[in-house]
Antibody, heavy 120, light 108 residues
């Protein structure tokens, strides 16, 4: 069974840092691109970042570029999001999601999400 | 950045009725790069449609996707009680993904 389990969320002050993790199981992690998607309270979905299977390609939303860093460790079946210079508008549930296909768009498995709250 | 605009914002229908949800892109999107998701309160999104018209694994055939270019549609042929949720479209282009703002499908 495919499972994605996020951790690392919590309360942090503006300007602070946090590192999110996503533990993957039930599939060959090293074969799939992975993504972070966030959802502010009561709002819609916002794509944050993507990383290809071998980390060769990395993309960020403009809203987080220069502040967030995505990475992965295929030996540990884990995805990470290092978040620096956090702002109130970064408050959201952060989901990790698997890219289902290489040639078409679709995130087929999602974690349960981890809440990040940026507040003084 | 390609902007996706979903309409209507809220759709009020009864079980058994047909639902038609629209997703319009600010510029042309490859059909391969258009997906639809369903999200219920307190849950992660669920992939319904990928490649504009292909149903994801386990998705009932009452869900169908169509469209090309800048206009895409998600159709639910006959609404079941469990279909009332928020629906999002998603596209990929220029090394970035974007989501529409969502359509809330509510029970009338």
């Amino acid at each position: 069974e495919v499972q994605l389990v996020e951790s690392g969320g919590g309360l942090v002050k503006p300007g602070g840092s946090l590192r999110l993790s996503c533990a993957a199981s039930g599939f060959t992690f090293s074969s799939y691109s992975m993504n972070w998607v966030r959802q502010a309270p009561g709002k819609g979905l916002e794509w944050v970042s993507s990383i290809s299977s071998s980390s060769s390609y990395i993309y960020y939303a403009d809203s987080v570029k220069g502040r967030f860093t995505i990475s992965r460790d295929n030996a540990k079946n884990s995805l990470y999001l290092q978040m620096n210079s956090l702002r109130a508008e970064d408050t959201a549930v952060y989901y990790c999601a698997r890219d289902a296909y290489s040639a078409v768009v679709g995130f087929d498995y999602w974690g349960q999400g981890t809440l990040v709250t940026v507040s003084s | 950045e390609i902007v996706l605009t979903q309409s209507p914002g809220t759709l009020s229908l009864s079980p058994g009725e047909r639902a038609t949800l629209s997703c319009r892109a600010s510029q042309s999107v490859s059909s391969s790069y258009l997906a639809w998701y369903q999200q219920k309160p307190g849950q992660a999104p669920r992939l319904l449609i990928y490649g504009a018209s292909s149903r994801a694994t386990g998705i009932p055939d009452r869900f169908s996707g169509s469209g090309s270019g800048t206009d895409f549609t998600l159709t639910i042929s006959r609404l079941e009680p469990e279909d009332f949720a928020v629906y999002y479209c998603q596209q990929y282009g220029s090394s970035a993904y974007t989501f529409g703002q969502g359509t809330k499908l509510e029970i009338k």
